[in-house]
């Protein structure tokens, strides 16, 4: 799959969406925002907005960079390169679940509270996304279940996947 600017539209989209988010809300937040969460949905540590917003756009670039450039150095490149669609398919549902949780973070800072049950949703979208996909992956250094009798055989790493992708 050859580079194509049409490609990209979608995740740099959700990069200048988060970046409208953060620059919207920026001035409403309090000055330290919930950054971790207890099973209740409680807040359990903080963050300095001027730290943690910065922090999740860096974060939300640099994956975006990283999941979009990796797999280009993999030794199975060769193999990779006519379903490197998929990796981008991941990379584009990664970022979604980012910016996700970015505005939920946001919802929290409000609020004071997560809001867990749209948290369980969103999880609940990645986990069937991720079940959809695993099987469509090809051997690879780094997205699948990598372990050292996955990534010595083809035909070990295509049923594990298989078999994996519904129990995600």
Same mark, same amino acid.
Request: aromatic share 18%.
């Given at each position: 799959?050859?580079?194509?600017?049409?490609?990209?539209?979608?995740?740099?989209?959700?990069?200048?969406?988060?970046?409208?988010?953060?620059?919207?809300?920026?001035?409403?937040?309090?000055?330290?925002?919930?950054?971790?969460?207890?099973?209740?949905g409680q807040p359990d540590s903080f963050s300095p907005k001027g730290t943690f917003v910065p922090?999740?756009?860096?974060t939300i670039i640099g994956l975006y960079l990283l999941l979009t450039f990796v797999p280009l150095?993999?030794?199975?490149?060769?193999?990779?390169?006519?379903?490197? +669609?998929? &990796?981008? $398919?991941?990379?584009?549902?990664? =970022?979604?679940? %980012?910016?996700?949780? @970015?505005?939920?973070? *946001?919802?929290?800072?409000?609020?004071?509270?997560?809001?867990?049950?749209?948290?369980?949703?969103?999880? +609940?979208? &990645?986990? $069937?996304?991720?079940?959809?996909? =695993?099987?469509? %992956?090809?051997?690879? @250094?780094?997205?699948? *279940?990598?372990?050292?009798?996955?990534?010595?055989?083809?035909?070990?790493?295509?049923?594990?996947?298989?078999?994996?992708?519904?129990?995600?």
């Open positions: 799959m050859k580079w194509s600017l049409k490609r990209e539209i979608l995740p740099l989209c959700i990069i200048v969406v988060f970046a409208a988010i953060a620059a919207y809300s920026y001035s409403s937040l309090p000055d330290l925002v919930p950054s971790h969460f207890g099973f209740s922090l999740m756009a860096a150095i993999d030794p199975f490149w060769k193999r990779i390169q006519p379903r490197y +669609g998929v &990796f981008l $398919i991941l990379r584009d549902f990664v =970022l979604v679940l %980012l910016l996700f949780l @970015f505005v939920l973070t *946001i919802i929290a800072g409000r609020t004071g509270h997560l809001p867990t049950s749209a948290l369980a949703v969103g999880f +609940g979208f &990645f986990f $069937i996304f991720l079940g959809n996909y =695993l099987p469509k %992956l090809p051997r690879n @250094f780094f997205f699948g *279940i990598r372990v050292p009798w996955t990534l010595a055989s083809e035909t070990v790493w295509r049923k594990t996947h298989i078999v994996s992708g519904p129990l995600t």
